[in-house]
């Protein structure tokens, strides 16, 4: 495992050394790849994958620093209203738990887009990286347990595939496992806040390729719009010049549906919010009582979202990051929004950060979309190009049902 470098220092690129000899030996870690053995494995940028052997996952650890967090929770409680930022909920326990929402009826989301994503995975293919040479790497935000991308990576062969998530914990195993599935595509995890990385780690896999990003599940939902823009900004400049999106996006429903998926009759998604209260006593010294407060799903109207919250019981003091807190009775901890766009607002905010929707498809319900961007300066954004703007193409014609 990579350590995180200091604030002041870069992360060094890994070096490509010479090809090994024999007598060498076995270069493969106890959990992380050596970079000298995939380095080996994997030869220059090409027409295609140059893999010769089968690949063992790396990883890199670029998670925020205890500092960072604390800064973090500091400013999010002097918040109003006070909200924490969601990827603190994916702990080794919230990525578990976030997993066993995926499953329960009332949460369709998962299931409807890992469905459209296994029945159009060659079309995607094809049109994600038509015209893209040389065969480029793929890059996944907010990779989560990896589950998504198996059809993607079959029907692409990409010369490389690199997951981006905060939970450690569930990044090293999942990209072990998906590397073991799809043994001539190179894994590279990168334990890191994609939301704010400014520029892509050195690394020998990413030399000289072209950069096409993957960001399924809706997440970005859990900014607001402002946020939402400025991050796929960033998208942009971290995949680089000329680069391509696909991203899903869920779409506003019946407000019973929405409350419905997002506070379960299981309780998974109340015990995915209190498992922050755990954490934050954990690692924060906090002294949270989650029995003094309740967890509530609201759907906003005029903000066209999900609010998640815990709410104070009563009035009650709180410390936490060598601070004290009063919560008023009713008052809420916001854990996490869920904004859902429309397909126009969403073209139109995806406009706004520099990027042009080409292609979109949606599911028999039309209740959730995968966009395929292209940056706006692009030749595969200009008329005429590849495809034209937005066409819709539906996995079934029978509407699927339970789709939050």
Same mark, same amino acid.
């Given at each position: 495992?990579?350590?995180?470098?200091?604030?002041?220092?870069?992360?060094?690129?890994?070096?490509?050394?010479?090809?090994?000899?024999?007598?060498?030996?076995?270069?493969?870690?106890?959990?992380?790849?050596?970079?000298?053995?995939?380095?080996?494995?994997?030869?220059?940028?090409?027409?295609?994958?140059?893999?010769?052997?089968?690949?063992?996952?790396?990883?890199?650890?670029?998670?925020?620093?205890?500092?960072?967090?604390?800064?973090?929770?500091?400013?999010?409680?002097?918040?109003?209203?006070?909200?924490?930022?969601?990827?603190?909920?994916?702990?080794?326990?919230?990525?578990?738990?976030?997993?066993?929402?995926?499953?329960?009826?009332?949460?369709?989301?998962?299931?409807?887009?890992?469905?459209?994503?296994?029945?159009?995975?060659?079309?995607?293919?094809?049109?994600?990286?038509?015209?893209?040479?040389?065969?480029?790497?793929?890059?996944?935000?907010?990779?989560?347990?990896?589950?998504?991308?198996?059809?993607?990576?079959?029907?692409?062969?990409?010369?490389?595939?690199?997951?981006?998530?905060?939970?450690?914990?569930?990044?090293?195993?999942?990209?072990?496992?998906?590397?073991?599935?799809?043994?001539?595509?190179?894994?590279?995890?990168?334990?890191?806040?994609?939301?704010?990385?400014?520029?892509?780690?050195?690394?020998?896999?990413?030399?000289?390729?072209?950069?096409?990003?993957?960001?399924?599940?809706?997440?970005?939902?859990?900014?607001?719009?402002?946020?939402?823009?400025?991050?796929?900004?960033?998208?942009?400049?971290?995949?680089?010049?000329?680069?391509?999106?696909?991203?899903?996006?869920?779409?506003?429903?019946?407000?019973?549906?929405?409350?419905?998926?997002?506070?379960? +009759?299981?309780? %998974?998604? *109340? $015990?995915? #919010?209190?498992?922050?209260?755990? @954490?934050?006593?954990?690692?924060? /010294?906090? =002294?949270?009582?989650?029995?003094?407060?309740?967890?509530?799903?609201?759907?906003?109207?005029?903000?066209?979202?999900?609010?998640?919250?815990?709410?104070?019981?009563?009035?009650?003091?709180?410390?936490?990051?060598?601070?004290?807190?009063?919560?008023?009775?009713?008052?809420?901890?916001?854990?996490?929004?869920?904004?859902?766009?429309?397909?126009? +607002?969403?073209? %139109?905010? *995806? $406009?706004? #950060?520099?990027?042009?929707?080409? @292609?979109?498809?949606?599911?028999? /319900?039309? =209740?959730?979309?995968?966009?395929?961007?292209?940056?706006?300066?692009?030749?595969?954004?200009?008329?005429?190009?590849?495809?034209?703007?937005?066409?819709?193409?539906?996995?079934?014609?029978?509407?699927?049902?339970?789709?939050?």
């Amino acid at each position: 495992m990579l350590s995180r470098p200091p604030a002041d220092r870069p992360v060094a690129a890994p070096e490509r050394p010479p090809e090994p000899t024999p007598n060498q030996g076995d270069l493969r870690g106890s959990g992380t790849a050596a970079p000298e053995a995939n380095a080996a494995a994997h030869g220059p940028p090409g027409d295609g994958p140059a893999v010769t052997a089968p690949q063992t996952a790396e990883l890199l650890d670029l998670h925020p620093a205890p500092a960072d967090l604390e800064r973090l929770v500091l400013d999010g409680m002097a918040r109003q209203p006070r909200q924490l930022p969601a990827w603190l909920l994916y702990d080794a326990e919230g990525s578990r738990l976030f997993e066993a929402i995926g499953q329960q009826p009332e949460y369709g989301l998962t299931r409807h887009e890992t469905a459209l994503l296994r029945e159009r995975a060659p079309e995607l293919a094809r049109s994600l990286a038509e015209g893209i040479t040389p065969a480029p790497v793929l890059v996944e935000f907010g990779a989560g347990n990896l589950s998504k991308v198996g059809p993607l990576l079959e029907a692409l062969q990409p010369a490389a595939y690199v997951a981006l998530d905060i939970s450690l914990d569930q990044l090293g195993p999942c990209c072990h496992a998906l590397q073991e599935r799809h043994p001539t595509v190179p894994v590279l995890g990168i334990c890191c806040d994609y939301a704010d990385l400014d520029q892509m780690p050195p690394h020998f896999l990413l030399e000289g390729r072209p950069l096409l990003g993957f960001y399924p599940g809706s997440s970005l939902g859990n900014f607001d719009p402002p946020q939402a823009r400025a991050l796929l900004s960033r998208f942009a400049r971290l995949l680089g010049p000329g680069s391509r999106l696909l991203i899903g996006i869920d779409q506003p429903k019946a407000q019973e549906r929405l409350e419905a998926a997002y506070n379960d +009759a299981a309780g %998974v998604s *109340a $015990a995915f #919010a209190f498992n922050l209260l755990r @954490r934050l006593n954990r690692e924060l /010294a906090g =002294d949270f009582d989650p029995a003094a407060f309740t967890y509530r799903a609201h759907w906003e109207a005029p903000g066209s979202r999900i609010a998640m919250a815990l709410v104070s019981r009563h009035a009650q003091i709180v410390s936490v990051a060598g601070r004290r807190w009063t919560f008023a009775a009713g008052e809420p901890l916001i854990t996490e929004y869920s904004v859902k766009y429309t397909p126009e +607002a969403f073209q %139109v905010l *995806a $406009a706004e #950060a520099g990027w042009r929707t080409i @292609r979109r498809w949606c599911d028999g /319900a039309d =209740d959730l979309s995968l966009h395929l961007l292209a940056q706006a300066n692009s030749e595969a954004s200009r008329p005429g190009s590849e495809t034209p703007n937005t066409i819709q193409h539906h996995a079934d014609p029978t509407p699927l049902r339970n789709t939050p």
